[in-house]
């Protein structure tokens, strides 16, 4: 990795490496984690830039059905079945249309995409649901917790909904409402939702077999188990009731799944382009990351501990 990185992207490193992060907020040029905390418009604005969350980027064919057709910083992936399409993830509001070409490059129509689904609702995920819902027709299907914030455009999210005409979406209508462990079939694709958690109430980890070369290969698409600047994940006040236990279980329910192929909601979190590379040689073995998971999953896990140990240790305000 560079070692010349510019403000935003060491910002960002801030976000995104727990353990530097009290030395480089140190800097004074740099926004520091509490900064960030309180100021959501700054750390969108550093996240999408320094992130490339608007970049695009080559679509590429993971396994089977299973493709990449998201931008250089966000995740969005496309099931291709015999009987039309499933998206799941879109980015931010505007990535729609660089979704529709890289479904375009591989051969396909997005207008063909009957079925569209999420991780958790927040903007850099949920971001042109409506747009790809107009485009396609396609059926929108959301996890319990979360159809309110994508209905109402993030109004109501817990954390972002004060701010939600900079943080949030165009609001959309939710056609089928899933609970956990639903199944969302089409063609030869049948997908297990699991409610996972902590981010947002309704964050979705998605769970999938997929056959490539008469092999067959288990796939899961983990969410919610990560925390953002200004969440209170613990104590007595925590960014809502019961969240501390569910993100102990929704880590609970990741360490439980033993994935072949992995994808992360952000593209850094399991090394799209390095993946990407080695496909080129190796084909389908570059995307079989067992240990890429196991690493990513006790990432989130202990980031999250530290973050409840961090909070416990605060003093605590009075008649609390
Ligand atoms: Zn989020």
Known sequence: MSILLSPIAAAVLVLALPAAAQEL????????????????????????KALKWDVPTEPVHIAGPLYFVGTAGLSSWLFATS????????????????????????????????????????????????????????????????VAMIEDGGKSDFHYGKDWKIMGQPPVKVDRVLRDGDTVKLGEVILTAYNTPGHTRGSTTWVTTVVEGGKVYSVAFPDGGGFNPGYRVAGPAPSYSGMTEDYRRTHHTWEMLKPDI????????????????????????????????????????????????EELSEPQAEGK
């Open 262 to 309: 992995w994808g992360g909601h952000h593209t850094e979190y399991f090394d799209l382009e390095g993946k990407r590379e080695r496909a080129k040689t190796e084909g389908v073995a570059a995307w079989v990351d067992p240990e890429g998971y196991r690493r990513f999953v006790a990432g989130k896990k202990s980031a999250f501990e530290k973050e409840v140990d």
């Open 25 to 48: 907020s140190a800097k004074p040029e740099l926004p520091t984690k509490e900064q960030l905390a309180k100021d959501n418009n700054l750390f969108l604005t550093i996240a999408r």
């Open 83 to 146: 009987e039309g399409h499933i998206l799941l993830n879109t980015g931010m509001p505007g990535s729609g249309p660089m979704i529709v070409d890289s479904i375009k490059k591989l051969g396909f129509k997005a207008e063909d995409i009957k079925i569209i689904i999420n991780g958790h609702g927040h903007a850099d995920h949920a971001g042109d649901f409506a747009f790809m819902k107009k485009l396609s027709g396609a059926q929108l299907a959301i996890m319990e917790p979360d």
